[in-house]
């Protein structure tokens, strides 16, 4: 990690702590003891625990971005990549993350000061790289924004109603539906 900034490795321990862990409903001490720090210095660089877990969650949405150009780089079919993407994120050691994520944002859509800055990238820092996959795909590229925006909805509120009825074969089936309406039928 070098190059990075002390304030980015801490932020990289408490998030890998979160992955391993979940840290929604932990104490900055315990976050703080699980990353390998103290609870003063992410006071010191972060401002609260609140602070603290809104910079998680946009540090978690960053790795999920990463994740979907991995899953999609290369000559890597878009409809594979799109699937494998869906059952990466369905993964269960996921779940504590994706709470995290609709808490965050619930009280950031809430007013709430601290969680606001998670705001601004929610959606549009994703329609780019969503946007290049659905024209790879054949989506018209003059069209794939507003697909994209589409894609981040089903899929985001598929992820809550996972998060909510554990259904996930009715939840896959949905997806699946989803995606055949954006591709048209697989030929296989």
Same mark, same amino acid.
């Given at each position: 990690?070098?190059?990075?900034?002390? +304030?980015?490795?801490? %932020?990289?321990?408490?998030?890998?702590?979160?992955? /391993?862990?979940? $840290?929604?409903?932990?104490?900055? &001490?315990? $976050? *703080?003891?699980?990353?390998?720090?103290?609870?003063?210095?992410? $006071?010191?660089?972060?401002?609260?625990?609140? #602070?603290?877990?809104?910079?998680?969650? +946009?540090?978690?949405?960053? &790795?999920?971005?990463?994740? %979907?150009?991995?899953?999609?780089?290369? /000559?890597?079919?878009?409809?594979?990549?799109? +699937?494998?993407?869906? +059952?990466?994120?369905?993964?269960?050691? !996921?779940?504590?993350?994706? &709470?995290?994520?609709?808490?965050?944002?619930?009280?950031?859509? =809430?007013?709430? *000061?601290?969680?606001?800055? !998670?705001?601004?990238?929610?959606?549009?820092?994703? $329609?780019?790289? !969503?946007? =290049? %996959?659905?024209?790879?795909?054949?989506?018209?590229?003059?069209?794939?924004?507003?697909?994209?925006?589409?894609?981040? *909805?089903?899929?985001?509120?598929?992820? !809550?109603?996972?998060?909510?009825? #554990?259904?996930?074969?009715?939840?896959?089936?949905?997806?699946? %539906?989803?995606?055949?309406?954006?591709?048209?039928?697989?030929?296989?």
């Amino acid at each position: 990690m070098s190059g990075t900034t002390p +304030k980015q490795r801490l %932020l990289d321990a408490v998030v890998d702590a979160a992955l /391993d862990e979940g $840290i929604s409903d932990r104490s900055l &001490r315990a $976050i *703080a003891e699980s990353a390998g720090t103290s609870h003063r210095m992410l $006071i010191h660089h972060f401002g609260s625990r609140e #602070g603290l877990l809104t910079e998680v969650v +946009k540090a978690v949405e960053q &790795r999920q971005r990463d994740a %979907l150009a991995d899953f999609s780089s290369g /000559d890597a079919d878009p409809v594979d990549a799109a +699937k494998a993407f869906w +059952k990466h994120l369905c993964a269960p050691q !996921l779940a504590a993350q994706e &709470r995290l994520f609709f808490e965050v944002y619930g009280q950031a859509l =809430q007013g709430r *000061a601290w969680a606001e800055s !998670l705001v601004p990238g929610v959606v549009s820092d994703w $329609i780019g790289p !969503l946007s =290049q %996959l659905l024209a790879a795909g054949g989506v018209a590229s003059e069209q794939a924004p507003v697909h994209a925006r589409l894609a981040l *909805a089903v899929t985001r509120g598929l992820l !809550l109603d996972l998060l909510a009825t #554990g259904e996930a074969d009715a939840v896959d089936e949905a997806m699946a %539906l989803f995606a055949r309406m954006v591709n048209g039928p697989d030929p296989s």
